[in-house]
């Protein structure tokens, strides 16, 4: 299949023959969709904690900190900012400046002054025009105004990583989402040293962007906090890059390469591997709220971190019991409450298997990576859902499902997606390390069977795009996960550059 010059590009690359004839196989043979058997709902896969709950987790999260426990702030950052500017770039490619009513360039016309990079704007203009922002308000020159925002000559914000995008207006002047993450991780993430750990995923082309923005951002933000910060970043690895085929599922060349495209999110989970702290949160880049809208976010990210340590308690005195070769029926029964109950794992295992048996069961099931999600009412935003589905092993547990990994022809999962409640706002809690403090190989507990694929081009040709596991989806597929409800108020993500006028970004 592969000719010689492909063999090399592919050592050059750290991808293995075996895994890129599978990339290749999967394009012949698809992904199967998932067994699903209900829509987590509060009550069925959900947990809703009351407020005396609440406080308990909070106070188990203060008392890993104050102990002395790692944590790590993990924010995926490599999106470009493109699509934020989508309607903007469609608008100007137009041939008019008149502004139709109700639409998003509009809005954003009418709103220049909530802009939080009204000054960044008004310099660009002046560059770009030898004018004021105000005398093209005056001339109706509404595309001038746009492509001073998104084009290279102007502000380029169409070409810029989402993360160095100034999102809020600051008496002192505006912030980023990188820098707002700084500041939640010094509110949420700080360690009993004083110290804040942050990693971000960049894209290669933009590293030096983002090194630039930490050697002023760091410094402002240690002023302003009183602690200490250690920020890292690092890049998908080549070796996660897929290979594209054509129609035919023939490889795609492109200039007699291979040519291969970045594997989506779920590449992440090598980058995750790599990560040396027993706690990590994960949240994306994108949603973070200014100063003064920030006490919900940090409160449900300290319930989230509580949960978290109170179920990783539990484990870890189940595995101590099963180690100690002693457990009574009483006991057992505790344990089998608490995965049916806490992590809701349901297996007919739990009560055909024999002791010794079911001993092995049990303490396979647990010892593996443990997360908490948020999970928020669904109200109408984008985002996947939680769901309980069948494992390869027979056994049901939460999972974080995507549109394109249910079947749409089912009409009884068509009927479960209708009657989802809830969706994943991205907003994680993890715990990867083993009681006896050495790391799970994460790798290990992604489902390969829940990537897909999807339709690109590449130099004006049609092609076939294979996505690895998404992070939070198929990637931590064998991971013990509990769903935990929490406000809508602490989902405020900027899709598209309109949404930093909604009152969740105004300072």
Not at 218 to 231: H, M, N, Q, S, Y
Not at 257 to 284: C, M, Q, W, Y
Not at 334 to 346: G, V, Y
Request: overall charge negative; charged content about 25%; some cysteine.
């Amino acid at each position: 299949m592969f000719r010689p010059q492909d063999l090399t590009l592919l050592e050059k690359r750290g991808v293995s023959v075996a895994d890129a004839e599978a990339q290749i196989g999967r394009f012949v043979s698809g992904f199967p969709f998932l067994k699903i058997i209900s829509a987590a709902t509060v009550g069925n896969g959900i947990c809703r904690l009351s407020p005396e709950q609440e406080n308990d987790a909070i106070a188990r999260w203060q008392q890993y900190l104050n102990n002395g426990g790692e944590v790590l702030k993990f924010v995926p950052a490599s999106g470009a900012a493109s699509r934020m500017f989508k309607a903007l770039f469609s608008y100007i490619d137009g041939d008019s400046d008149e502004l139709a009513p109700g639409k998003p360039v509009t809005q954003l016309i009418e709103n220049l002054d909530k802009l939080p990079f009204l000054p960044e704007l008004k310099e660009a203009v002046s560059k770009m025009y030898g004018t004021t922002l105000d005398e093209l308000v005056k001339a109706g020159r509404n595309r001038d105004i746009i492509a001073a925002i998104v084009k290279p000559e102007g502000m380029n914000y169409g070409n810029l990583p989402k993360g160095l995008l100034k999102f809020h207006t600051y008496a002192d002047g505006s912030r980023t989402p990188l820098e707002e993450h700084l500041t939640e991780g010094a509110q949420t993430a700080a360690n009993s040293n004083g110290i804040v750990n942050l990693h971000f995923t960049v894209s290669e082309q933009h590293v030096p962007l983002f090194k630039a923005k930490l050697a002023e951002a760091i410094p402002a933000a240690e002023a302003r906090t009183g602690l200490k910060f250690d920020v890292s970043m690092s890049t998908q690895k080549p070796s996660t890059d897929t290979i594209a085929v054509n129609s035919d599922n023939t490889p795609f060349l492109q200039d007699d390469n291979l040519l291969f495209r970045p594997g989506g999110h779920g590449a992440l989970i090598e980058n995750l591997n790599d990560i040396n702290s027993a706690v990590v949160f994960i949240k994306n880049i994108d949603n973070v709220v200014p100063d003064a809208r920030r006490d919900i976010t940090v409160r449900y990210k300290q319930v989230i971190g509580g949960v978290l340590m109170q179920a990783r308690d539990k484990v870890e005195e189940f595995l101590k019991l099963i180690e100690a070769g002693n457990c009574s029926e009483q006991q057992i029964a505790e344990i089998i409450d608490f995965m049916k109950n806490t992590l809701c794992i349901n297996d007919d295992k739990l009560t055909k298997l024999g002791n010794t048996e079911l001993i092995q069961y049990i303490k396979a099931k647990l010892d593996r990576p443990l997360r908490v999600c948020g999970m928020v009412k669904n109200e109408g935003e984008p985002g996947g859902g939680p769901f309980i589905t069948c494992n390869a092993d027979g056994s049901t547990s939460p999972q974080i499902l995507e549109s394109t990994q249910i079947d749409p022809a089912n009409p009884e999962y068509e009927q479960m997606l209708k009657s989802a409640t809830h969706f994943n706002p991205v907003d994680l809690i993890c715990y990867i390390k083993r009681p006896d403090g050495s790391n799970y190989n994460l790798p290990q507990y992604v489902d390969p069977d829940t990537g897909f694929i999807s339709s690109k081009s590449a130099g004006g040709r049609e092609l076939r795009a294979l996505e690895l596991p998404g992070l939070w989806n198929g990637a931590m597929s064998d991971w013990n996960t509990i769903f935990v409800e929490v406000p809508i108020e602490t989902f405020n993500p900027v899709k598209v550059v309109n949404d930093l006028l909604r009152p969740a970004h105004q300072s």
